[in-house]
């Protein structure tokens, strides 16, 4: 949220609209077997909750935002959708993860400044 906040920010001053990207990992986070279907439902229900949220806030602020819904590892499709799309500005919040695990694994916002062809903006 902390995300579309600054997202309608530059919005507004410039006349732009907002495209918020959802992404669903195709596989939950830990082997649940049997329980596959019922993660994607929770994910897309929670996403549409996100969607919808975010559609008012930003029209509250007189923002047209459009969302989009796409499936897959989240820093490689958002990389890959800004990227095809042609897009001015990513603006993605910041997970706040501990350094170790993110020197460790990468986080998603660092992945997504390092293999968009646009620049990113990363809120804390």
């Known amino acids: 949220m902390e995300g579309l906040h600054e997202a309608i920010i530059f919005a507004k001053q410039i006349g732009a609209k907002i495209t918020g990207l959802c992404v669903i990992p195709l596989t939950p986070p830990v082997a649940m077997p049997g329980l596959h279907a019922p993660f994607e439902s929770y994910m897309i229900d929670e ?10 806030i930003a029209s509250r602020n007189g923002v047209n935002f459009q969302g989009k819904l ?7 499709e958002i990389a890959k959708f ?8 990513v603006v993605i919040g910041s997970s706040g993860r501990s350094e170790l695990r993110d020197l460790l694994l990468g986080s ?3 992945t997504i400044i390092h ?3 646009v620049p990113v903006l990363v809120i804390k």
Do not use: C, V
């Not at 796409?70 to 490689?76: N, Q």
């Open 108 to 110: 998603i916002s660092n």
């Open 115 to 117: 293999r968009s062809q």
């Open 70 to 76: 796409i499936y897959g590892e989240a820093s490689t």
């Open 47 to 56: 996403a549409a909750k996100f969607m919808a949220e975010a559609t008012k």
């Open 82 to 89: 800004s990227n095809d799309k042609k897009f001015d500005l």
